[in-house]
């Protein structure tokens, strides 16, 4: 029809590439620029927003291509590149490039996020391939176990960005099926079985090397990548120990005695370089909370109830790999609800963890004491569960 722009016949293949690790993650997009023909990299500069815009870059193999600038959006830098991302690889699209086209995030965005965003409003016209997050091995536990606000790192996306430098790398770390790793003669081999541990189903791929470029075409399922971040079916690391670093798996089906693990909280988030997974309280039968720890800090949220709590008319409205995760876990008491949480670290005390968070839990006479009697019990996770406006 005359006046509407050309939609291109097959979709615009994209690539997101992100991780806190600058370097590394510039040394990837130059390689796949070199490696794959036609393929070009659009970039979001967010480190100037306290200037008031973002700059966007669009470069290939030769160099830049062109470059703009964006406003922020309600003073938020992350959002003026959700607002910016997709027309720009509309137009991309339109331009018809013979390669993909390669989405190098700032280094505090989040892949998931933008993964989303490119899902959500491609139309058609964007189809994402695969999103690598770049690691330099020897950083991998100084990102880890650093607690500090992305503020203070200069690193926030937003004026309200409350995120820490552990957390942010943690989930660029294990969202992305691929983790894509530069040379570094500092990693050892603690630095390699961390890495292995913390996101076991990756694929670990030396950036050097010829397949990179045939995994940025793997191809990509938003909705699976979600749900396998979802606390109550997340593909969480097996037991494992190797060079130094280990893997506790902890499963138990009795409910956590609310305050005795909340006075716990403390040494349990700095038992680990990582840890989390999902548990339930005696006084919240109902409620699936998630547990993620990473730099010594530790969110604690509501995940949506356990399965167990709904009618049975409900269970037809749940994703079929969550109803598949909650009949691995089924008891015939409690049903879905049990304790699974995951700490992995160096000079991990394997002991000493399980001891604690067994001591946690009812003991014989509470638990036999009967559900009512556990809604009855100190409630200390209401304060930040059950937050006041």
Same mark, same amino acid.
């Given at each position: 029809?005359?006046?509407?722009?050309?939609?291109?016949?097959?979709?615009?293949?994209?690539?997101?590439?992100?991780?806190?690790?600058?370097?590394?993650?510039?040394?990837?997009?130059?390689?796949?620029?070199? /490696?794959? *023909?036609?393929?070009?990299?659009?970039?979001?500069?967010?480190?100037?927003?306290?200037?008031?815009?973002?700059?966007?870059?669009?470069?290939?193999?030769?160099?830049?291509?062109?470059?703009?600038?964006?406003?922020?959006?309600?003073?938020?830098? &992350? &959002?003026?590149?959700?607002?910016?991302?997709?027309?720009?690889?509309?137009?991309?699209?339109?331009?018809?490039?013979?390669?993909?086209?390669?989405?190098?995030?700032?280094?505090?965005?989040?892949?998931? /996020?933008?993964?989303?965003?490119?899902?959500?409003?491609?139309?058609?016209?964007?189809?994402? #391939?695969?999103?690598?997050?770049?690691?330099?091995?020897?950083?991998?536990?100084? &990102?880890?176990?650093?607690?500090?606000?992305?503020?203070?790192?200069?690193?926030?996306?937003?004026?309200?960005?409350?995120?820490?430098?552990?957390?942010?790398?943690?989930?660029?770390?294990?969202?992305?099926?691929?983790?894509? $790793?530069?040379?570094?003669?500092?990693?050892?081999?603690?630095?390699?079985?961390?890495?292995?541990?913390?996101?076991?189903?990756?694929?670990?791929?030396?950036?050097?090397?010829?397949?990179?470029? @045939?995994?940025?075409?793997?191809?990509?399922?938003?909705?699976?990548?979600?749900?396998?971040?979802?606390?109550?079916?997340?593909?969480? *690391?097996?037991?494992?120990?190797?060079?130094?670093?280990? /893997?506790?798996? !902890?499963?138990?089906?009795?409910?956590?005695?609310?305050?005795?693990?909340?006075?716990? $909280?403390?040494?349990?988030?700095?038992?680990?370089?990582?840890?989390?997974?999902?548990? !339930?309280?005696?006084?919240?039968?109902? #409620?699936?909370?998630?547990?993620?720890?990473?730099?010594?800090?530790?969110?604690?949220?509501?995940?949506?109830? !356990?399965?167990?709590?709904?009618?049975?008319?409900?269970?037809?409205?749940?994703?079929?790999?969550?109803?598949?995760?909650?009949?691995?876990?089924?008891?015939?008491?409690?049903?879905? @609800?049990?304790?699974?949480?995951?700490? /992995?670290?160096?000079? $991990?005390?394997?002991?000493?963890?399980?001891?604690?968070?067994?001591?946690?839990? $009812?003991?014989?006479?509470?638990?036999?004491?009967?559900?009512?009697?556990?809604?009855?019990?100190?409630?200390?996770?209401?304060?930040?569960?059950?937050?006041?406006?």
């Amino acid at each position: 029809m005359r006046g509407e722009p050309m939609r291109p016949e097959t979709p615009l293949p994209v690539v997101i590439v992100g991780g806190l690790h600058s370097d590394a993650r510039r040394e990837v997009v130059e390689r796949l620029l070199r /490696t794959v *023909p036609g393929s070009v990299a659009l970039h979001h500069d967010l480190s100037g927003a306290a200037a008031g815009t973002v700059r966007r870059t669009v470069r290939d193999a030769s160099g830049e291509l062109s470059r703009g600038d964006t406003p922020l959006v309600d003073d938020c830098a &992350c &959002c003026a590149l959700r607002e910016d991302l997709v027309p720009e690889l509309r137009r991309l699209a339109g331009a018809g490039p013979a390669g993909p086209a390669i989405v190098e995030l700032w280094d505090s965005v989040e892949p998931r /996020t933008m993964a989303e965003v490119i899902a959500t409003h491609g139309g058609g016209v964007l189809g994402l #391939t695969s999103v690598i997050t770049a690691v330099d091995p020897a950083l991998v536990l100084p &990102c880890l176990g650093n607690g500090d606000d992305l503020a203070d790192a200069g690193l926030a996306a937003a004026t309200h960005d409350r995120r820490t430098v552990g957390d942010t790398w943690a989930r660029q770390l294990e969202y992305a099926p691929v983790l894509a $790793l530069v040379e570094n003669e500092a990693a050892d081999d603690e630095d390699r079985a961390l890495l292995a541990q913390l996101h076991p189903t990756a694929r670990h791929v030396p950036v050097d090397s010829p397949e990179l470029a @045939r995994l940025a075409f793997a191809g990509f399922d938003v909705e699976s990548a979600a749900a396998a971040q979802h606390p109550a079916c997340a593909l969480l *690391p097996q037991e494992a120990d190797e060079a130094g670093v280990a /893997t506790l798996v !902890w499963r138990r089906h009795r409910p956590f005695h609310p305050e005795r693990l909340y006075r716990a $909280l403390e040494d349990l988030c700095c038992a680990a370089a990582r840890s989390r997974g999902r548990f !339930w309280l005696a006084d919240r039968p109902d #409620t699936l909370l998630a547990w993620d720890a990473a730099g010594g800090a530790l969110c604690v949220e509501t995940a949506g109830p !356990w399965l167990a709590s709904l009618p049975d008319a409900a269970w037809d409205l749940v994703p079929p790999m969550r109803r598949a995760a909650a009949a691995l876990d089924w008891h015939p008491e409690h049903g879905d @609800r049990c304790q699974h949480l995951v700490f /992995t670290s160096p000079a $991990l005390d394997r002991d000493g963890v399980v001891r604690l968070l067994d001591s946690c839990l $009812l003991t014989d006479a509470e638990y036999a004491a009967g559900p009512e009697a556990w809604k009855r019990l100190p409630a200390p996770f209401d304060s930040f569960l059950d937050p006041v406006y």
